[in-house]
């Protein structure tokens, strides 16, 4: 790769390295050998990031578009985790440390690019700097504290306070994803979001 190449290449993908030096201190060379493991991903709507029952290698960045975590039941129902918009860190990292396949799916839910970076050799500079431990512990305690207020919100909040918590913690979803996929979220049907919806228009 020339060095015009490389100079494109690198303004072209910093989006993932802007977040990292967002959390922590990254040392130029750490930069440098992290933007080279980084491989570009167009996921059209519909598609899966990574499917359960697959064994994920690779944790990746959104730089357009929509996701969402699902569980499939044995039914096949499902019930929506979480979604994942433009500036977020998508993976199935359980299963990564596990080395076991993935318990859920990681969907588009619209035309969307990824930034990709293969987990084994992301590792293997957490021995070089101790800057990619303060950003990995960030990212889990993010993760935490959205387990823990999710977990909360189960056990406390009724199906129109979850609804209107849903509104407040994503504004813009509400135009983006189809009522069924909002319904699966809230842990109700799609025809009692349609009654909710209704009475909070009135």
């Known amino acids: 790769m020339n060095i015009l190449d490389h100079k494109n290449r690198t303004l072209s993908i910093r989006h993932f390295v802007d977040l990292i030096k967002a959390i922590t201190t990254l040392p130029e060379e750490q930069e440098e050998k992290f933007i080279d493991l980084i491989s570009i991903k167009h996921i059209e709507a519909g598609e899966n990031f990574i499917r359960a029952g697959q064994s994920p290698r690779t944790i990746g960045f959104v730089t357009k578009g929509l996701f969402r975590y699902f569980y499939t039941s044995e039914q096949g129902s499902e019930f929506t985790k979480g979604f994942f918009n433009k500036g977020m860190v998508i993976s199935s990292y359980d299963a990564i440390l596990e080395n076991s396949p993935s318990h859920y799916?990681?969907?588009?839910?619209?035309?969307?690019?990824?930034?990709?970076?293969?987990?084994?050799?992301?590792?293997?500079?957490?021995?070089?700097?101790?800057?990619?431990?303060?950003?990995?512990?960030?990212?889990?305690?993010?993760?935490?504290?959205?387990?823990?207020?999710?977990?909360?919100?189960?056990?406390?909040?009724?199906?129109?306070?979850?609804?209107?918590?849903?509104?407040?913690?994503?504004?813009?979803?509400?135009?983006?994803?189809?009522?069924?996929?909002?319904?699966?979220?809230?842990?109700?049907?799609?025809?009692?979001?349609?009654?909710?919806?209704?009475?909070?228009?009135?």
């Open 105 to 202: 799916t990681i969907q588009a839910l619209e035309e969307s690019i990824v930034e990709v970076v293969p987990y084994d050799r992301f590792q293997q500079l957490f021995l070089e700097s101790p800057c990619w431990n303060e950003f990995l512990v960030a990212l889990l305690q993010k993760g935490y504290l959205a387990k823990v207020t999710r977990e909360r919100e189960f056990l406390l909040l009724d199906a129109e306070q979850r609804y209107q918590t849903f509104l407040k913690r994503y504004p813009d979803l509400e135009s983006r994803v189809k009522q069924h996929i909002i319904a699966s979220y809230l842990g109700i049907a799609p025809e009692s979001l349609s009654r909710i919806r209704k009475k909070l228009i009135r």
